[in-house]
């Protein structure tokens, strides 16, 4: 890798035989390969001799100080000898102008940490000092005393914090290692306590449960990892987890004909045999769209078709114009089709849009643009086919005629989460300590919808908080007695200590934990209570330890 001025000059230039290069902004990378270790290195040499006289002739000069190289050995390779060796036994020599390029074990190439066994450990070490620097900022905000809406500062996290740790997740999330899954959880538990503001040894998941950000960041990585292997044409993998669904795919920008990927309609042609609405609708997980067909102001006839619970509304949309506009080439007459799609026109008029679904359309669409016109109406505003074509597509969801049209990225997506839903309870239900099981009593279900806005009720679930019979846990005390004679815990402040009696709540039923909760968590006189019986709990715990 080499910091080079003149990637976009040198990009010109073709390099033969197994080897291929790529250029991003001011780098240079190269590939290259060879079935044994000398015709690696003469390969590589050959190539970087023919790159250094095409610099010659550009009158540029390559950084060959900042070059490194990465020697990777192949799978089948190290199978196959005798030691089982992952790495070359000697390293090649390599060298540009004269000059020897250093043979790293690890090289950081597009925010990607690659190593020479594919480990990706590095890189998932790399991710903790990222995860200091975004947070590090943002401290100043979080420290504060401010009433910042927790609900921004998960979104914060969401959208900045979690996105950038999951950079490439997509490549490295497959299959990480019992190690790399604890360093993906010390990663997530930095944000954690910034967050939630708990004491430092609270479970990190009791935090994920009680904050409703998604689970560990490893079953995160392998989701991603999952979904871009379904998108890059692996769906036959994974069966069990789509069935045997088809799925749109995406084509490449360039394979697209340039006459399809700029779609002009007419909003309306004059003296239009027919006026059509369309619409589609999603009622619970049924899906349908209607087209509605009217000449003279007088509808004349409905076209009514279901599809199936994994396609869109959006589909929906894009399929009742494609379903009308066949039917005006079939019937070789002109037509104005009214629908109160915006992002349906939007995806036709694209000249970006890669889905294989709406680039059938657009094909279609460009055949017979002289018969038809496309334009948007308001929904809901009185105008008679759009509202008939409204009852229409809601009566196709339950009784159109069926019809197959391939599932969305969507879908997928939607599928995935749920999954990843399932693995987050999964391991929740699995995680045996004293804080999970304090937790399950009155939470049974996690959600990423879910979060808690109090740091109280943090240390009453968890049990970490100003309490001496946490600090005793811990060393920090010699007895887990209160002053008054009990064992100082959250639910002794809570509901029986007599220093706290005016801020009392009532002790629930075991069957009935999870129910005083929900009333709770939504009361705000209730937590006001806590909020003062944990301060009390707060000085006694500071008297004791100056007695100490």
Not at 394 to 419: E, F, M
Request: proline fraction near 3%; aromatic fraction near 10%; charge should be positive.
């Amino acid at each position: 890798m080499s910091k080079c001025p003149c990637t976009r000059s040198t990009s010109t230039y073709l390099l033969h035989g197994r080897k291929s290069r790529s250029t991003f902004a001011d780098d240079l990378a190269l590939v290259v390969s060879g079935r044994r270790a000398r015709d690696l290195e003469s390969n590589t040499n050959s190539a970087l001799e023919q790159i250094a006289l095409n610099l010659s002739d550009l009158k540029l000069k390559l950084s060959a100080e900042k070059c490194q190289a990465l020697v990777v050995r192949s799978i089948s390779s190290y199978k196959f000898s005798k030691r089982n060796y992952t790495v070359l036994n000697r390293k090649p020599t390599l060298k540009i102008n004269g000059y020897s390029i250093k043979i790293s074990d690890n090289l950081k190439i597009l925010g990607i940490v690659l190593d020479n066994k594919f480990t990706w450990s590095p890189h998932i070490l790399s991710l903790h000092n990222k995860a200091l620097f975004l947070t590090c900022n943002f401290n100043r905000i979080v420290k504060t005393k401010w009433s910042l809406n927790k609900n921004l500062i998960k979104l914060w996290y969401s959208t900045v914090i979690e996105k950038a740790l999951l950079y490439g997740a997509s490549v490295w999330g497959g299959a990480l290692t019992k190690q790399q899954v604890d360093r993906l959880h010390s990663i997530q538990r930095i944000f954690l306590l910034k967050f939630t503001r708990a004491y430092r040894t609270t479970s990190k998941n009791v935090l994920n449960t009680l904050t409703g950000i998604p689970p560990p960041l490893h079953v995160v990585a392998k989701t991603e990892f999952i979904k871009f292997r379904i998108w890059a044409g692996h769906a036959n993998l994974y069966t069990d987890i789509l069935g045997n669904i088809q799925l749109d795919n995406n084509i490449s920008i360039k394979n697209i004909p340039s006459s399809s990927k700029f779609v002009i309609l007419n909003e309306n042609i004059s003296n239009a045999d027919f006026e059509v609405y369309t619409d589609g609708s999603r009622i619970e997980d049924e899906t349908g769209f209607a087209v509605c067909i009217l000449q003279e102001n007088n509808n004349i006839e409905n076209h009514l078709y279901k599809l199936k619970s994994h396609n869109s509304v959006f589909q929906a949309e894009l399929a009742a114009i494609h379903c009308v506009a066949n039917w005006a080439a079939s019937k070789n007459v002109s037509i104005n089709i009214h629908t109160d799609s915006l992002s349906s026109i939007t995806a036709i008029k694209s000249s970006s849009a890669r889905s294989s679904f709406v680039n059938n359309i657009k094909q279609d669409l460009v055949k017979i643009k002289h018969l038809v016109g496309l334009s948007w109406v308001k929904a809901h505003v009185g105008i008679q086919g759009n509202e008939l074509a409204d009852q229409q597509a809601k009566l196709a969801t339950t009784t159109g005629v069926d019809t197959i049209i391939p599932a969305p990225r969507s879908y997928v997506k939607r599928i995935l989460n749920k999954l990843m839903i399932k693995e987050w309870n999964d391991y929740w239900r699995q995680y045996n300590s004293t804080s999970g099981a304090r937790v399950r009593e009155y939470l049974e279900h996690v959600s990423p919808k879910f979060l808690i806005h109090s740091k109280f009720l943090i240390f009453f679930l968890s049990g970490h908080g100003p309490f001496p019979f946490y600090l005793c846990r811990f060393k920090i005390l010699d007895s887990p007695l209160c002053v008054c004679g009990q064992v100082g815990d959250a639910d002794h402040y809570t509901f029986s200590c007599s220093l706290t009696q005016k801020f009392h709540l009532v002790k629930p039923a075991d069957a009935h934990k999870r129910a005083w909760f929900q009333n709770l968590i939504n009361n705000s006189q209730a937590l006001n209570k806590l909020k003062e019986a944990f301060r009390i709990s707060g000085d006694v715990c500071d008297s004791l330890t100056q007695a100490v």
